[in-house]
């Protein structure tokens, strides 16, 4: 299914009596075939849906699964992008503009996927992204996804707006996370969260950079609309503040005065404050212009996850593998770059390897595995990963990671 025909699809939902029934009603609505799409063949009758993480063939399995299992306006907080979701189509369409250069003749019995990230080595360049708020799609949360992490040894990013707390997490992963920052309106709720981090083992902490404002989350609107359940439980939004004392992270911070988890007045002078508050390495990301790469290693960064926030944080219509590039051409090779936002293949991992990244960040393929099965849903998810990864490595002739190059992508 295209990413048009899923909007679609979803505003369908959205106007639906069946969306608030008994189960979410998603099993009811699912459309009987798809429309022939490379960025997505898993089958959407109900019938036919895996029953089993063990049953995947490809991390789209997991999404139709986590569909009927997820209450409407929780599918919709994961799946939607901002406004006409430009940005969202573009994560995948680009990938489409690029094609891989086969090389043959190379002996790849035996494939290194190792890669070294702010001086630790990691056995796979697939790294776990934040996100927010994942006992909203599985019981276990965080918990089950770090436990599926543990289980694949790949490096974790752990949000600011995660359900359990980064100490938790953290023994759940047998190993450091990275802690990704939402640095507010207040310094001192930034400074308490990055100090909780630090004492806890965080060896980075990634600034999202990309939040500085209000977002049009229309497929989210829309089908918060068709949630028939009493949310009140769970969400106590009588005032920002109190909304946010519920949240993990938060709690024990005096955010009085707090008025938004984002910093619209964030510059430089913010990460000039926060290198002297900690000895974490710190990492920016939602960089997508050369010129801000040029300025974060002027100012003194450690790395840079080319990010557009999953297409969640603005539609300008950019895709962040068409943004790699010039990234890594400005950054010269003087601080590591991670990219996110899109990945769903081998593939899509590969030609950003071979462009110049050192890891690829994916989110939204794990969240489809947890809300389908918990953490083995997780466990499979990034194993199909590893698997399609270690495969393409292979028919484009690197043994290892070090010896993909530009050369072996062409863009069409």
Known sequence: ???????????????SPLAGTAGYGWAQLLPKS?????AMWAPLEPDKLIKSPKEAINVFDFEPVMRQNVPPAHFGYMASGIDDEVTLRANREDFLKLQLRPRRLVNVEK????????????????????????????????????????????????????????????AARGAPVWYQLYATNKWDVAKGMVTRA??????????????????????????????????????????????????????????????????SAMTWDFLKRLRDTTKMKIVLKGILAHEDA????????????????????????????DALPEIVEAVKGRMPILVDSGFR?????????C????????????????????????????EILRVELFAIMQQVGAPSIKQLNPAMVRRV
């Open 111 to 170: 494939v290194d996927m190792s890669t070294e990230i702010l001086g630790t080595r990691y056995p796979s360049p697939i790294v776990v992204a934040p996100v927010g708020g994942q006992k909203s799609f599985h019981a276990e949360g965080e918990i089950a996804t770090a436990k599926g992490a543990k289980a694949g040894n790949h490096l974790m990013i752990l949000s600011t707006a995660t359900t359990s707390g980064v100490e938790e997490v953290t």
């Open 198 to 263: 630090e004492k806890a083992g965080c060896p980075v902490v990634a600034v999202t950079v990309d939040r500085s404002g209000g977002r049009n989350q229309e497929t989210l609107f829309r089908l918060q609309r068709t949630d028939s359940r009493d949310c009140s439980g769970c969400h106590d939004r009588s005032s920002f503040e109190t909304n946010m004392k519920r949240r993990s992270m938060y709690q024990g911070l005096d955010i009085s005065g707090l008025t938004h988890t984002q910093s």
């Open 34 to 38: 798809r429309v022939s799409d490379p």
């Open 355 to 382: 462009m110049g990244a050192q890891a690829v960040c994916v989110g939204r393929p794990y969240i489809w595995g947890l809300g389908a099965f918990g953490q083995p849903g997780v466990e499979r998810a990034l």
């Open 345 to 353: 293949r081998g593939t899509d991992i590969v030609k950003a390897l």
């Open 294 to 321: 040029v300025l974060a290693v002027q100012n003194g960064m450690d790395g840079i996850i080319v990010s557009n926030h999953g297409a969640r944080s603005e539609d300008s219509g950019r895709s962040t593998i």
């Open 1 to 15: 299914m295209s990413q048009e025909n899923r909007r679609r699809f979803l505003q369908f939902l959205a106007a």
